[in-house]
């Protein structure tokens, strides 16, 4: 299983695809230790993400879990050196398009601090719409027919 854009390479995490210097955050050692247990749930976790070009990894985006009731909620993080280059963009897009193929999910929300530009930007791109916001976050949603 694997996705591959114009610049990307994006993989379901597995312990193998990580550099040995890296820094493990703690949602991707949890989802390693829930996909032990349940491998269904094998492509709605973490997605790491390659550049083609160097093969070098610059990034997770992925899904909070499997889709409930058609639903799944995304989250991306792309490392700064690597930043402002549209990557996180091309990634949830290819993303999103692969949880619309699978046929189990009919919309995908976000949320980002409202503080958070970059972010914003991603989802507005992506053609996200903002459906909430509160004293510190905001709440995006696209469904399926977008």
Not at 95 to 110: D, R
Request: hydrophobic share 40%.
């Amino acid at each position: 299983m694997e996705i591959v854009t114009n610049r990307l390479m994006i993989k379901p995490c597995e312990e193998k695809l990580l550099p040995v210097e890296m820094e493990i955050g703690p949602h991707i050692q949890h989802y390693l230790e829930e996909v032990e247990i349940d491998s269904d749930l094998k492509g709605w976790g973490v997605w790491l993400v390659f550049r083609k070009d160097d093969e070098q990894l610059i990034g997770d985006i992925g899904f909070k879990g499997k889709p409930e009731n058609g639903i799944v909620e995304v989250g991306y993080g792309i490392l700064n050196e690597a930043q402002g280059q549209g990557y996180a963009t091309e990634a949830v897009e290819a993303l999103i398009n692969w949880a619309f193929k699978s046929g189990k999910v009919k919309k995908v929300i976000a949320e980002c601090l409202k503080t958070n530009t970059a972010s914003i930007k991603v989802l507005e791109k992506l053609s996200m719409t903002k459906v909430e916001e509160d004293d510190l976050m905001m709440y995006w949603e696209r469904h399926i027919f977008h």
